[in-house]
């Protein structure tokens, strides 16, 4: 059958050579691609021209997918990095017939004639959870290549922990289409230098190698040997010299599977934008619809109806049906048996396999969080929550994690008997080790998240800059990342300005669909793990102190469970009136307990209000937080050691923030609390000012 829309009287299919079905194939993605483009009057064109034959040979001869099943467990994963290309993906998901969780086609011509627009199924960028068939949301260039080693890793993981003897559950590859600016980008390079280190032969990266970018040629700024770069970086390195040559793709596919002990990088030159009369192998290509003229010229190059729009020829549905299709099916259905097979074999893995794909927990999985004794000293909230930490990971197998280096001082190493460091040959371990990549820890973070794992990444909340563009993609891509930022304030001290974050609580916040939690002492602590592991579609950010925090007596103040609500009365007044309300997160919450007891002496009566996370405190109904927070009561000091930026929404117009209006400094912290004026003599003056403050 023949899809098409037509001027009156155009002809409706292409003229090819008898029998040349692969390259018809080839074709209708380029005119689609160009067709969508057109159509939105937005959008990159060029690249899937120039790589609809490399897409196309690698779906049909390599990828083990079936589209009847595209959540098929052991499917192999298709990344687009190059995700403004996103045309070329969408073309294939269509021709490919993909379905949705429903039954029913994943995108249909239909979808890609609303490419760009609002609500469509095919956005500028590739989609998770919009669009099924996309594995990963890769807007930012570098990111799908980061993502990617997270999805080998994990692989690497499940099949450690779960394949035996005569079942390989886990045994896909990951492939990548990738491009010049994705090499250009620092994290792609961070982790490709990891999955070298760790001999991820699971992984493939495809770099289409076009010499063109925005501005022109890549030789403005860009001139290295990418290829040795990467073999110097431990990967077995392909060159091809033609994207159009079908028969070297397939055979340097075939190469990859017999590569055992390092990941491939396959270089591939291609012209982008092949095929357009003017405008092939230009920048003009690249980010802008081709033109009428000029796709019209493209398509008589390539044989096709030229005034054809959306074209789909008969044969090119069921050419992918018979074989990427069907090679899919034949795949999932033995996996599938081999399964059933399993879960009588090993009832107790195939359960657990169960919990992941459902997002579950196991049973007792918090039995052993503790509870911490009221202590005046107390803890560094970052070493309760080691403690913690350690108290649930035995508990949940597939919750892994490490950081970037910095595991000795964000005390996030799992010291179970057991844990074990990830490394290459060592792959079913628990303890991850980034090496200073924090990008590529964020991007390598959902990569395993996206496989179902529970990982965490640690490193300083400054280093937070560093991971922002994956923290984003966290919240975008609902999945369940947990950040373990640590030195959270300019309690850092003696290191300075660079290292005192001020500005990092506000952007967190900031960010849609993050939950940022800045516990007050360890029994919020451990409130705070179990909130963030029991979240299924929401990253979080748990913020903690270098420094001891003193643990507050449980039988005199509310109990830490509060913190499930964001924020909690902490101690208030005697009759429940209080003539003013002090509230803080984490560290200053103590300072304001202090200041709670002194003000009661002199008269006034202070409610406090441990304020943990903001983003679960607007979860809870209006009534929840005006009894926290009663309208009436105006007088209100907020304390927090970073910008203030935000609170005016809790102190309101009249009230008094005390925090960050500048960069921190180089000193003892003692000299810098009483420099910021995070001292009870300097809380209590506000806190008077309010009351004394004329209603």
């Keep these: 059958m023949t899809t098409s829309e037509t001027r009156p009287g155009a002809a409706t299919q292409p003229r090819k050579p008898a029998g040349d079905i692969d390259m018809l194939c080839i074709d209708t993605i380029r005119t689609l691609a160009m067709d969508a483009v057109q159509k939105a009057n937005a959008g990159h064109p060029g690249t899937p021209m120039a790589l609809a034959p490399v897409a196309y040979t690698l779906w049909q001869q390599a990828l083990r997918y079936d589209p009847e099943d595209p959540n098929w467990p052991n499917r192999d994963r298709f990344v687009l990095s190059v995700g403004h290309a996103s045309m070329l993906l969408y073309g294939l998901i269509h021709l490919a017939g993909i379905k949705d969780t429903n039954g029913a086609p994943a995108l249909t011509l239909q979808d890609l004639m609303q490419f760009r627009q609002l609500d469509s199924r095919t956005p500028g960028h590739p989609e998770y959870r919009l669009t099924v068939g996309v594995e990963t949301t890769t807007g930012p260039l570098g990111q799908g290549c980061g993502n990617s080693v997270g999805l080998a890793m994990a692989q690497r993981w499940l099949a450690e922990r779960y394949n035996r003897p005569g079942f390989p559950i886990f045994d896909y590859h990951i492939y990548v289409l990738c491009s010049d600016g994705d090499m250009m980008e620092g994290v792609s390079q961070e982790a490709a230098s990891i999955a070298g280190h760790l001999k991820l032969s699971n992984l493939t990266w495809i770099y289409d190698n076009n010499h063109i970018t925005i501005e022109g040629k890549t030789d403005l700024a860009f001139s290295e040997d990418v290829p040795a770069r990467l073999a110097a970086y431990g990967w077995d390195v392909q060159r091809l010299p033609d994207a159009n040559d079908t028969a070297a793709i397939s055979r340097a596919l075939e190469k990859v599977r017999a590569v055992s002990d390092r990941p491939t990088f396959i270089q591939v030159q291609s012209v982008i934008g092949y095929g357009a009369p003017k405008k092939a192998g230009t920048a003009a290509a690249h980010g802008e619809p081709l033109g009428a003229e000029e796709v019209k010229g493209a398509k008589r190059a390539y044989g096709w109806p030229e005034d054809a729009q959306f074209l789909v020829p008969g044969g090119v549905h069921e050419r992918f049906a018979e074989v990427m299709g069907a090679r899919g099916a034949k795949l999932r259905a033995g996996w599938q048996e081999m399964f059933a097979r399993y879960r009588e074999e090993y009832p107790d893995l195939a359960r657990e396999l169960d919990l992941i794909g459902r997002h579950e927990l196991p049973e007792g999985w918090d039995a052993e969080v503790p509870t911490f004794p009221a202590d005046a000293k107390g803890l560094a909230s970052r070493d309760s929550s080691q403690k913690v930490l350690n108290a649930i990971a035995p508990h949940l197998p597939w919750l892994i994690g490490g950081s970037a280096d910095l595991a000795p001082s964000t005390k996030t190493l799992l010291t179970f008997q057991g844990a074990g460091n990830f490394e290459a040959g060592s792959y079913g371990a628990r303890n991850l080790h980034f090496g200073i990549r924090e990008h590529a820890m ?87 793990w179990k909130v963030a592991v029991q979240l299924k579609h929401q990253p979080a950010a748990l913020v903690l102190t270098r420094q001891a925090l003193p643990t507050i007596d449980r039988s005199r103040y509310a109990p830490a469970s509060g913190l499930a609500r964001g924020a909690y009365v902490l101690a208030d007044a005697p009759n429940g009136k209080p003539d003013v309300i002090l509230m803080a997160s984490g560290s200053e919450v103590g300072l304001i307990v202090k200041v709670h007891e002194q003000l009661a002496g002199e008269g006034i009566h202070a409610r406090v209000v441990s304020m943990p996370c903001w983003e679960l405190f607007e979860d809870q109904d209006e009534a929840y937080r005006s009894a926290v927070l009663p309208p009436e009561i105006t007088a209100r000091v907020a304390v927090e050691q970073a910008a203030v930026l935000g609170w005016d929404r809790y102190v309101g117009p009249t009230g008094t923030t005390i925090g960050m209006r500048t960069f921190g400094a180089s000193a003892p912290l003692s000299a810098l609390l009483t420099k910021f004026g995070f001292t009870p003599e300097r809380v209590i003056e506000a806190a008077r000012a309010q009351v004394r403050r004329p209603r």
């Excluded at 990444?457 to 991971?467: A, E, N, P, R, V």
């Excluded at 923290?471 to 930022?485: G, Q, T």
């Excluded at 300075?496 to 990092?504: L, R, W, Y």
């Excluded at 916040?509 to 409130?527: C, M």
């Design 442 to 528: 964020g991007a390598i973070a959902n990569g395993l998240a996206l496989s179902g794992l529970r990982p965490y990444g640690s490193t300083f909340l400054i280093f937070s800059d560093y991971m922002k563009p994956a923290i984003r993609l966290s919240a975008i891509m609902e999945v369940p990342v947990i950040y373990v930022f640590t030195h959270d304030s300019i309690a850092v001290g003696e290191d300075g300005p660079t290292h005192q974050p001020v500005e990092h609580l506000a952007t967190l916040r900031a960010t849609p669909g993050i939950v940022t939690i800045r516990p007050a002492d360890a029994n919020e602590v451990a409130e705070a």
